[in-house]
Structures are given as structure tokens and as C-alpha cells.
């Protein structure tokens, strides 16, 4: 069954080119507004996606869809829709015998994405690939196997409503077998994206046979110089943790510059009121010791640096300068998104230089990683590898590109 969809899929994406701007545009507001039609039915198949799992779990709130959330979902696939198409002349050149040579963006033709407990992946995997001409295959996990499959039924509607063969966007069982298939599906799909956990991108990285664009792990830090205004530290650290900690943009670790522990208990104050479980090293221990709650305070062992947390709790690590805190950071982060505060110029720089990740903050929250923020549209995920795309990746790294040669009866001697 699965090898077949392949195949349907990739039949499917020769004809997808044949597409007009206009047309792609209009079936993807056309999608939208059907997917807010459709909001009882998709809350009702999310509803038993959740039944399936303990709220405590972190990925529930991954997991849940409101309302609000599908009109958002809705609202993003708009915003592609508005977006300049990606296929477009990168460059021209006329060579002296007369050749002219093109440069132009196509898409990869067949782009599989295998995702977690994240339904409205499914919705953004769709509206980006359809849009840059590429047909999506999915392959989401159990725990959102209902919401996604409530989101695809909405997309062959409306596709199906074009005279558009479905398999334009294909939902993969949930299951292990349909990712193995997936995987070895070399000459058939084009590129794999995964979307998730750690565990599930090395486990890609190391079985697929077809290229693969290494996304999300996100192990964030913030680096609190000694010239940062420290209420403005307050309010990145406690932004970069609580806005949504089940993201792989959530803070993970605050480096903290000894010369600003006067004001370290002011700085981690408001984590407290969300229940943030601190993991401070012996130093910032001492300082938070009597000043932030005590059930909410832990002595930091190893592993709590380097641990992307997904949940209300992150480290602190004390450092004596710029370069501890780079040091540190080229340890243990993932090449995602760091941030740094600090009003010195020179600490700015080098922090923006030396920093080794896809995004680098100064004097924001590592929360603004997010496609939609960056003005591209809705994203396919945070790519944290430097071959080709890197950083949100949206329209323009769904592209690669071909030569375009018109000669007039040119021979090579």
C-alpha cells in the first residue's frame, strides 16, 4: 500500500507543475476557509488524539488544536498564498558565442516530511509544498494520527473540487513500517524533512537512503552579559521559557555573566510564577538560595547542560567572560538559536561572529524563530544543518534549481 502512494505521489508531481500562480493561490485560500469550516469535525478528531494522552506529557500542548489555533493554522496558509511564487530566474548571462544561459528555482518535485504530535504540520507541510510546487508526503506520528487525517480529508475536498489527483498530498500510515518505506524510497522521493524530537531526526538522519534536511532539536541559550540591562534580561529569559515550552524555540539554559548576580534573583523572579524548575550551577545556586522558590531549585548535574527540556524547566550556567560563554554555547548547543543581552558593542559583535547557530538573537528572545515571524509564511521547520537551507525554512528552501541553455545551432569545437 505505501510503495503504491509513493508511486501515486510522484505521478502526481509532474502534473502539479502544470499549475498556474494564480490557480495554486487561489485553492489554497480556498483550503483555508474550508479548514475553519470544517473546525467542529477536526476538534472532534483531535479531541480523541488527546484522549490518547496524559496532559502531563509535554507534547500535549504540541498536540492540542482550539479553535484559535485552526484559524491561525488558516490564517498561515493564507499568508503563503499572498507570498511571491519561488519560481523565478536567479540569474541570466549570454555567453560570447551566443548561448544564453539560464539560472532558474524548480521545485524537488516529491518532499516526504516525517512529523511528531504536531497536526498542524500537517496543514503547513501542505501549503508550502503546493505552493512551491512540490507534492507533500506525510507521515506524522500515532499520538496525532486522527487530527491529521481530519486536516488531509479537508485538503482532498477542495483539491478533489480542482479535478487536483489527491495524491498531491498523501498521508502515509502511522506506522513504523510506512516510515521504513519511506525512508528507502530513493529515485521515487526526492528529499525527507523530519520534524521532532532528537531521537527521531538522528534516527532519519542514519537509516534514510534519500537526502535529508535536518530540522528542529533546538537547544537554546541567552548569554546575560555583564553590560546587559538587566530588566530587559528579565523579560527576554522569561519570554524565551514560558511563551511555549514545548517548542524547540523555548530557552533551555540562561548563561549568566558573574557580574550581574546582584540582580539574578530580579532576572529569574518571574519564571517562578510559571512553576520553572531551575537547574543552577553551584554558583547561581548559592545567589537564588533563599530568593527563588525552594521546590523550584535544583542543583544542576552534567546532563542538565545540553538538555533540550520541552518543558517548564531550563539550566544556569555561571561563566566570567564572553569567551566562558561562547565556549559554552559551542559545547552544548545545537546550532539552532542563541541569544545575547548586553549593551557593549564589542560583546554584540562578537557574540553575533562567533556564534555558531541558524539564528542569532541580540537583545531578543530565541521565541522569534518561527517562519511566519520572519515574514517567509508558515515554515516546514527550523533547519539546523548549513547545506542548503538553514534557519525557518519556508518557500525558497523547498527549491533547488536547474540551467536553462537556448542556443541557435551553436557547435563546440
Not at 499568508?79 to 528555482?105: F, K, M, Q, T
Not at 540582580?263 to 529569574?268: E, F
Not at 557574540?351 to 555558531?356: A, G, K, L, Q, Y
Request: glycine letters at 6%; hydrophobic letters at 45%; a negative charge.
Amino acid at each position: 500500500m505505501v510503495e503504491k502512494q509513493l508511486l501515486d505521489a510522484r505521478r502526481a508531481s509532474h502534473r502539479l507543475l502544470r499549475l498556474t500562480d494564480e490557480e495554486t493561490n487561489a485553492i489554497l485560500i480556498e483550503t483555508a476557509d474550508a479548514l475553519v469550516a470544517a473546525t467542529d469535525d477536526i476538534l472532534a478528531a483531535n479531541a480523541l488524539d488527546l484522549s490518547r494522552m496524559d496532559p502531563a506529557n509535554p507534547k500535549y500542548d504540541r498536540l492540542k488544536l482550539t479553535p484559535d489555533r485552526i484559524a491561525g493554522i488558516a490564517a498561515d496558509m493564507r499568508n503563503v498564498a499572498s507570498l511571491p511564487s519561488p519560481r523565478v530566474e536567479i540569474d541570466r548571462r549570454v555567453r560570447p558565442n551566443g548561448l544564453v544561459i539560464r539560472r532558474v528555482s524548480v521545485p524537488f518535485g516529491v518532499i516526504g516530511v516525517i512529523y511528531e504530535a504536531r497536526p498542524n504540520v500537517t496543514a503547513d507541510v501542505f501549503s508550502l509544498c503546493f505552493k512551491s510546487g512540490n507534492v507533500s508526503v506525510l507521515k506524522g506520528g500515532h499520538d496525532a494520527d486522527d487530527s491529521s487525517r481530519a486536516i488531509v480529508a479537508v485538503i482532498h475536498s477542495v483539491l478533489g473540487r480542482h479535478g487536483i489527483d489527491p495524491a498531491v498530498a498523501t498521508l502515509l500510515p502511522a506506522t513504523r513500517e510506512a516510515t521504513d518505506t519511506l525512508l528507502a524510497a530513493r529515485g521515487i522521493v526526492d528529499l525527507i524533512i523530519p520534524r521532532g524530537s532528537s531521537s527521531l531526526i538522528d534516527s532519519v538522519r542514519e537509516k534514510s537512503r534519500v537526502p535529508v534536511i535536518e530540522t528542529g532539536a533546538g537547544v537554546c541559550h541567552c548569554y546575560i552579559d555583564a553590560s546587559a540591562d538587566t530588566a530587559m534580561a528579565r523579560d527576554i529569559i522569561n519570554n524565551a521559557k514560558t511563551r511555549r515550552v514545548s517548542v524547540c524555540n523555548a530557552l533551555d539554559c540562561a548563561v549568566v555573566h558573574s557580574a550581574v548576580f546582584g540582580s539574578l534573583a530580579a532576572i529569574c523572579e518571574p519564571l517562578a510564577a510559571s512553576e520553572v524548575i531551575i537547574h543552577a550551577d553551584e554558583r547561581s545556586y548559592a545567589v537564588l538560595d533563599g530568593h527563588y522558590p525552594s521546590r523550584l531549585l535544583r542543583r544542576a548535574e552534567a546532563e542538565d547542560f545540553g538538555t533540550e527540556f520541552l518543558s517548564y524547566a531550563m539550566a544556569i550556567k555561571t561563566v566570567d567572560s564572553l569567551d566562558e560563554a561562547l565556549e559554552h554555547i559551542s559545547l552544548y548547543g545545537s546550532g539552532h538559536s542563541e541569544s545575547v543581552v548586553a549593551a557593549d558593542d564589542t560583546v554584540k559583535e562578537r557574540f553575533s561572529t562567533e556564534v555558531d547557530a541558524a539564528c542569532v538573537y541580540t537583545n531578543a528572545p530565541t521565541s522569534w524563530t518561527d517562519g511566519a515571524q520572519f515574514g517567509l509564511g508558515a515554515e516546514i521547520g527550523i533547519s539546523t544543518q548549513k547545506m542548503h537551507a538553514r534557519g525557518p525554512m519556508a518557500l525558497e528552501g523547498l527549491m533547488t534549481y536547474k540551467w536553462l541553455i537556448a542556443g541557435n545551432g551553436q557547435i563546440r569545437s
